[in-house]
């Protein structure tokens, strides 16, 4: 059963449809049929230090 799946896997993974279109388009191509998201992302902070751990 493990070799089915691993044939089903490898197929899926070799047809020209899944190497011709990067992740990132594919997940745009979904989601501009619902319209799409925009996303807020949260400004970035200075890096902290970390703490000391001598005590």
């Given at each position: 059963?493990?070799?089915?799946?691993?044939?089903?896997?490898?197929?899926?993974?070799?047809?020209?449809?899944?190497?011709?279109?990067?992740?990132?388009?594919?997940?745009?191509?979904?989601?501009?049929?619902l319209?799409?998201?925009?996303?807020?992302?949260?400004?970035?902070?200075?890096?902290?230090?970390?703490?000391?751990?001598?005590n």
């Amino acid at each position: 059963m493990k070799d089915e799946a691993r044939d089903i896997l490898r197929a899926a993974l070799l047809t020209e449809s899944a190497r011709s279109i990067s992740l990132v388009a594919a997940i745009r191509t979904r989601m501009s049929a619902l319209g799409g998201v925009e996303l807020e992302f949260p400004p970035r902070e200075a890096i902290r230090h970390p703490p000391e751990l001598d005590n």
